[in-house]
């Protein structure tokens, strides 16, 4: 890596490594975080619980992958990896940062399942041979690393020919977020900072960084706006004022606007 993505890297790791997605949702600080109250309490806003479309595509994925050996990239926390392991997916989960690996490895004790490996590995410079992996799993982390098509392309490196490599959540232009991000400067993860990186891109930006791959869906999600766990003058500005006179819009104009796009390709 250059010294630019190097930096850049080291900006998203000590980012990422202080705020490790979860925490935001947390409302009762009396909780212990690694106990099994604490993943309760967050859980249902967590990627799979929160978004319904997530658990179907792990559901329908796991039933093609049982037996097999799934990558995460980015896994934060460690919900998605979770729900693949309860339906007999072998895991190797990884994230940039030490806190979310640990947080993940202290998730699978307290659910009594065992990953294949969890370890730090950085999505740019994966730890791994070629071909690998029967598939690899991303969910809102590849246009959060400072270079959304090398980690692409090394996520397809490491899977082997014919497997699926499923990246989700592509922050797309325009969106409604991407007009919220620029003209308003609304926050995205957490309401004090956002990620050093957080790159937008067309939806033919983003398919054309699967070179070497055959895609087999990408859907626009996130084409309501949502509703959000903060306070202050933006969060209501964004709750009761934006938030219910966007969602009035028809599905089929909304679903121009939706902010994130979800890619299932297979490696060739
Ligand atoms: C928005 S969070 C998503 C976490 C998890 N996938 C989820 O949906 O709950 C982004 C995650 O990507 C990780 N990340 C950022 N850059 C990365 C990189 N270069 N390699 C691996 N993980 C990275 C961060 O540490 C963080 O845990």
Redesign the pocket.
């Known amino acids: 890596m250059d010294q630019d993505l190097t930096q850049t890297?080291q900006a998203?790791h000590d980012y990422?490594n202080s705020h490790?997605?979860g925490f935001q949702y947390v409302t009762d600080q009396s909780i212990e975080p690694g106990t099994p109250e604490f993943y309760a309490h967050i859980r249902p806003w967590?990627?799979p619980y929160k978004f319904p479309w997530i658990m179907e595509r792990i559901e329908r994925e796991s039933a093609l992958l049982k037996g097999k050996h799934l990558l995460e990239?980015?896994?934060?926390?460690g919900?998605?990896s979770l729900e693949f392991l309860k339906r007999g997916v072998r895991v190797t989960a990884?994230?940039?940062?030490p806190n979310?690996v640990a947080m993940t490895i202290r998730h699978f004790e307290v659910e009594g399942v065992q990953a294949e490996a969890v370890h730090t590995?950085?999505?740019?410079d994966l730890p791994f041979d070629d071909n690998t992996f029967d598939a690899v799993w991303s969910?809102?982390?590849l246009h959060?690393?400072g270079n959304t098509e090398r980690?692409i392309q090394e996520a397809r490196r490491v899977t082997k020919p014919g497997g699926r490599i499923m990246i989700s959540h592509f922050y797309r232009k325009p969106s409604w977020m991407y007009l919220m991000h620029h003209v308003g400067r609304e926050n995205i993860?957490y309401k004090e900072e956002d990620p050093p990186v957080n790159t937008f891109y067309t939806e033919a930006e983003i398919l054309a960084m699967f070179k070497g791959c055959d895609i087999l869906e990408a859907v626009p999600e996130h084409y309501r706006a949502l509703p959000v766990r903060r306070d202050g003058v933006k969060a209501a500005l964004y709750k009761y004022g934006f938030r219910p006179v966007y969602n009035l819009l028809p599905e089929s104009l909304a679903k121009r606007y939706a902010y994130k796009l979800s890619v299932t390709a297979v490696k060739l």
């Open positions: 890297v998203v990422w490790t997605l967590m990627n990239i980015g896994c934060g926390m919900y998605d990884t994230d940039l940062t979310a590995a950085n999505a740019l969910n809102g982390v959060a690393t980690a993860e």
